[in-house]
Each structure stands twice: as C-alpha cells, then as structure tokens.
C-alpha cells in the first residue's frame, strides 16, 4: 500500500517518458497521459492536471512549430520548382524570349545559394557537439552512400567532357558555356562531401533553418534533372556537326560550327553521351538522401535505437543455385553488352544486334517473374512478424521504388502504342512487343516481392518470447540493469544459434534474393553504360518524333537504371532479414 501510495508523487515516469522519444510528437503525448493512468493509485487532481496539461502544453507546442517548419520548407521547395519549371518550359516552346543561357543563369543562383547552405551547414553541426545529437541508423547506407560518390565522379567527369568539347569549339562559343560546368563541378563535389558526412544526421537546432536549406537544394537537383531530360542541345548539336562534316566530304559546306582537332571532339563527343545518363542518377540519388535528412530534422530516437542494430554478415549460408544462375545471366549480359558496344561504334547497329539485345531480355525477365512470384508466397508463409514500427526511410524506399518503376513502364507502354499502330507482324517488333510486356510484369512482382521482404521483421530483431514477457511484466529495478543487459545477450546468441541451420523456406528466400541481386545488376550495367536501344531502334522515334522521344527516354531511362540500383539495396537488405 505504500509503495502505490508513492508512486504518483514519483517523477521519474515522467523523465523517462520524455527521454524515449523516438518519433512523432502525438506519440509521445499518448505516452504521457498513459504513464499518469499507469502509475498506480489515484493522484491528487490538482497535481495530476498540472503536470499532464504542462507537458502536453510543451508537446503540442513543439508538435505546433514542427508542422509549420515543414509547411513552410515545403512551400519554399514548390515555388522554386515551379519557377525553374517555367523557365525550362519558356525555353522550350519559346527559345528567342527565353534561352539556355537564361536558365543556366538561373540555376547557378542557385547553386551558389546550395553550396553556401552546404558549407554553412557543414561546419554548424561540427563546431556544435548538441546540434546533432541523435543519428538515424536507417538512413544513408553504404550502398547509397557508394552510388552517390559513383555517380558523382561520373557526373564530375560528365562536365569536365563539357568543357573540353566548349573549348575545342571556341570560336564559336559563349563563356557563359564554359562558367557553368565549373559550377556545376564545384556544387558536385560539396554536395557529395556533405551528404557523405552527414546523410545520418538529426539535426537539432536551426530546425527550420535547417528544413529550408534542405528542401531548396532538392528543388535545385530536381530542377538539374528536370533540365537534363528536357534539353537535347548538346546532342542535337552533335548530329549537326556529323551531319555537317559528312556534307563537307561530299561537297556541301554549311555554316555550322566544326571541331578545330576532329579526334579530341570525338573522344570529348563519346564520353559525354555515354556519362549523360549518370548525371540524372545523381541527381535523383540526392534528392532522396535529402528528403530523408529533411525528414529527420528535429528527430528524436531512444537510447536504444541510437546505434544500428547488430545485422549479421553477408554470407551464402549454402546457398548455390540462386548465385549460378545469376552469374550466369551476369555473363550472358556482359558478352551481350559488349557485342552492342562494338557494333555501336560504327555508323549503324546490324538488325541482329537488336534482336539479340531483345532476346535475352525476353529470357531473363520471365525468370525473374517466377522468382519474384514464388518469393511472395514464401513470404506469405512464414511466420515471422510484420515490423510496424513506423521506419521514414523504409517508407521513402517503398516510395521510390513504385516510383521508379514508372520510368520504365511508361517507356513500354509508349513502346506497345507503337508497335501495335505501326507493324506489329515483324519479327523485331514482336520481340519489341514481348520486352515491353514483360518489362511491366517483372516490375510489379519484383516490387511485390522486395516490399513484402522489406516489412517482415529481421530474425535477430525479434525478440524470444520469455524476454518479451520479462520486458512486458514491469520496468526494472536499477540494480539488476546488470543482470538484464547479461540475460538480454544469452537469449539474443540463444535466438540467433536456433535459426543458425536454415528450413526449406528461408534457404529458398535466399536463392531467390541472390539470384534477383546478380539479375538486376545485370539490368542495370547495360543502360547505364550506353547501351539504349529504345533510342537506336527508330521504330519509336520515327512513331512519335525526335524531340518527343527524346524526353520520354530521358525521363524513363534515367527512372529505369535507379530503379535497377535501388532493387539492389532492397533485394540485399531481404537476403540479410532472412
């Protein structure tokens, strides 16, 4: 009686409440109100209202100044977005009023803000030990943080190609064309540095300072990507100069600009258009690894949370046929992307490069299907649980990869209107037809598969049950914090050496992953390293136009290549859950 007695005059409840904080404020005023039903006898009701109405005061408050930060972040990001969006569309239907230079004026503003903000931001939270606190372990992981430096190098090698083909036509060139590549090669490198250091961050001062810088700097690289899409100057101007230097060996001079040194423009000419994907990729990478330090400002995690929980090695645990047939489809893509590659280099692509290209697509994606399909029934099977947790880094890899995903399924159903209102008897564009169509079922079952595997809980994340109703029966004393962090490790090596021997499924799962892994590397290495025969076909773009085809690629291709990347992630963090 007097231990219930003296449990609401206790303010410890109360303390501990405010230092598990791992998420949304709403929670944690749930928390509040719960742990003044939960601590036993009646409390005096003036006591009891003080506190609960001041803390929950001071929570709806912050909840209050959150919400608004966000709002106002986010309108500043759509405004920015839309007035860049102008400026691209000005361009593009009225060119005299509004040029390329206009909108390379405008993003280097731009730019130059993003990179004050950057090196602002950079050395605030390191000369502040509180301005970071707490680390998302979800966020940024090595594979992101390697593509991001990956892609970043291309893009920087991307511009330096630029440079040097405005230099070999100088005669005919603006400085403004050579000012810009050196900005954008300048916002890449302190752009890639920050979000290498600091992708993890939950930033807790100058929140909406914080927020604002963020989102601007996801509206440039989204205005960056939108304009790469968009813009087909360069690769028009390089069909001009060929077209102009085979006019002259016939004869026929033109006015158009020529390269001073012919070899160096065409070594400067193939890097670049073989690298112009990856400038895209970069750009899409950053906006997500910004939308999540966005929504990690502000953040608070537990104790608990504040490390990474221990994930175990990546190993095959005797997993066979899964890495042989994916090795082997490995193989097949390499030999096949090198065949195109050299056939690529001549003037023209044989008819039998494409249907070889189109073959093996239409072997490996029915398999890959099947696999997805069977995975997805596995994962019904099991029993292990679903991890409700609320995760914004896993929700944002849900996000994008349906997101992605439409990037190649809209190329496919362009490609499908075509083929069936041109010649859909054809050989080659039934095979057309059959990539397409298989495309678009490989998408939806590999996504079904990653997401189910995504939200199943880790097997040394699940706790036994005779910990769970040790952790249910009632807080701790502090004396035997000892004792539980000793009983917590015995049952986590206990846990972990019961499931050491795999079962039919889980060995079944892991094939699956690996063999989707090695896959879709393969999808992956032949559009982005050159390899587009969407483009090189003619079919779609004798159908819908130049320009227009131009767009949907460069819209869908980009979207396609990340999509193949981000499965990779997601197909590996399913291979370790198992």
Same mark, same amino acid.
């Given at each position: ?51 609960? +109405?001041?803390?929950?005061?001071? =929570?709806? /408050? !912050?909840?209050? &100044? ?6 106002? *972040?986010?309108? @500043? ?49 390191? +000369?502040?030990?509180?301005?970071? =606190?707490? /680390? !998302?372990?979800? &966020? ?6 390697? *593509?991001?430096? @990956? ?72 205005? @960056? ?354």
């Amino acid at each position: 009686m007097s231990a219930q007695a003296s449990a609401p005059t206790e303010a410890p409840p109360v303390a501990s409440l405010e230092a598990q904080e791992t998420g949304p404020a709403p929670a944690k005023e749930n928390q509040v109100e719960m742990g003044a039903e939960e601590t036993g006898a009646p409390a005096s009701p003036h006591q009891k209202s003080w506190l609960v +109405r001041h803390v929950s005061l001071l =929570l709806r /408050r !912050d909840r209050q &100044a959150q919400k608004a930060g966000e709002l106002f *972040s986010g309108l @500043l990001a759509l405004n920015v977005v839309f007035l860049g969006g102008a400026f691209i569309c000005s361009m593009i239907f009225n060119n005299v009023a509004v040029t390329l230079g206009d909108v390379w004026i405008l993003l280097a503003v731009l730019k130059a803000l993003c990179i004050l903000w950057l090196l602002y931001y950079a050395t605030g939270t390191t +000369r502040r030990s509180h301005a970071v =606190l707490f /680390r !998302d372990p979800h &966020a940024g992981p090595i594979w992101v943080r390697g *593509s991001l430096v @990956l892609f970043g190098s291309c893009t920087v090698c991307l511009n330096v190609f630029r440079v040097g083909y405005n230099v070999s036509h100088i005669q005919c060139k603006s400085q403004l064309e050579l000012i810009f590549p050196a900005i954008e090669i300048v916002f890449i490198g302190v752009q890639t540095w920050v979000l290498w250091k600091h992708c993890k961050d939950c930033v807790q001062v100058q929140t909406n300072f914080t927020r604002c810088g963020l989102m601007l700097t996801l509206a440039t690289n989204l205005l @960056l990507w939108v304009l790469a899409i968009t813009n087909d100057s360069m690769h028009s101007e390089i069909e001009a100069e060929l077209s102009a230097l085979m006019g002259k060996l016939s004869g026929n001079e033109t006015n158009t600009c020529l390269c001073l040194n012919a070899t160096v423009c065409k070594v400067f000419q193939k890097g670049y258009l073989m690298l112009y994907p990856f400038s895209t990729e970069y750009c899409l990478i950053c906006c997500a690894v910004l939308f999540v330090m966005w929504k990690n400002v502000g953040r608070r995690l537990a104790p608990h949370t504040g490390a990474h929980p221990g994930t175990l090695p990546f190993c095959l645990h005797g997993a066979i046929f899964g890495p042989l047939l994916g090795l082997l489809v490995l193989v097949a893509g390499v030999c096949i992307f090198v065949l195109f590659q050299i056939e690529a280099s001549g003037p023209t692509i044989a008819h039998q490069y494409f249907t070889l290209y189109y073959a093996f697509y239409a072997a490996v994606l029915p398999a890959m299907s099947l696999a997805c399909l069977a995975g997805t029934a596995i994962h019904g099977l099991e029993e292990r649980e679903l991890d409700t947790l609320k995760n914004p880094t896993r929700s944002l890899d849900v996000v994008l990869l349906m997101g992605a995903a439409l990037g190649q399924i809209g190329i496919a159903y362009f490609s499908i209107v075509a083929i069936v209102a041109t010649h859909p008897h054809k050989q080659l564009n039934r095979l057309i037809l059959a990539y397409s169509l298989l495309h678009i079922l490989q998408h939806i079952a590999q996504n079904l598969f990653i997401i189910e595997g995504l939200h199943r809980r880790p097997l040394w994340e699940a706790a036994p049950e005779g910990l769970a109703g040790k952790q249910e029966a009632g807080p701790p004393r502090r004396g035997s914090l000892l004792e539980l962090g000793q009983d917590l490790r015995r049952a986590s090596r206990a846990y972990i050496h019961s499931y050491s021997h795999l079962n039919h499924k889980r060995r079944a799962l892991k094939e699956i992953s690996l063999f989707l892994i090695l896959c879709n590397i393969t999808l992956w290495m032949m559009p982005a390293f050159g390899i587009h025969p969407e483009f090189e076909n003619g079919l779609e773009k004798d159908f819908y136009g130049y320009r227009t085809w131009f767009t949907i690629v460069n819209f869908g291709l980009p979207l396609g290549v990340f999509y193949r990347m981000h499965s990779v992630g997601g197909l590996l963090e399913v291979y370790l859950g198992v």
